[in-house]
């Protein structure tokens, strides 16, 4: 019998201002500090630039734009989730990455149905842990980029 490690549920927790998200981490390569992004002309305003991660170019999102709820001031704290989901490689820029958890399927409700509209269906869950919500991003819908107006 093979020792199966145990994934699921399992999320990366970060902070965008005073807020917790998460994001499952079987899609999280990895997480590197902020470096200088190199501007992409005429790209969606949300696209920070590119960054050279070992080789491999990698476009970054500034996630709080992208929810539509400011944008990341970069300090010290911030860092950058280098996502994969499929063939996709892109960075999420965040405020701070704090730390792994994992969320029992009851810790996770399903998001209040507040608003119709598809562009903003970007939260596919909340998780409840040590009285504090979790906001679980939809790595799907952010990375919808190419999304049809």
Do not use: W
Not at 18 to 25: K, Q
Not at 96 to 105: F, G, N, P
């Amino acid at each position: 019998m093979e020792n199966i490690i145990e994934v699921e549920n399992q999320y990366v927790i970060f902070r965008i201002h005073n807020d917790s998200y998460a994001i499952d981490i079987s899609m999280v390569k990895t997480i590197e500090k902020v470096e200088d992004f190199t501007r992409i002309p005429n790209s969606e305003g949300y696209i920070k630039g590119v960054i050279n991660l070992r080789g491999e170019v990698i476009p970054v999102i500034d996630l709080k734009k992208r929810l539509g709820i400011g944008e990341i001031e970069i300090n010290e704290n911030s860092r950058v989730i280098i996502t994969y989901r499929d063939e996709i490689v892109v960075g999420l820029l965040v405020d701070a990455s704090s730390e792994v958890v994992y969320l029992q399927k009851d810790e996770i409700d399903n998001p209040p149905n507040i608003n119709e509209s598809e562009d903003y269906n970007y939260i596919k869950g909340i998780g409840k842990k040590n009285d504090k919500l979790i906001l679980i991003i939809d790595l799907d819908r952010i990375l919808d980029i190419e999304r049809e107006e």
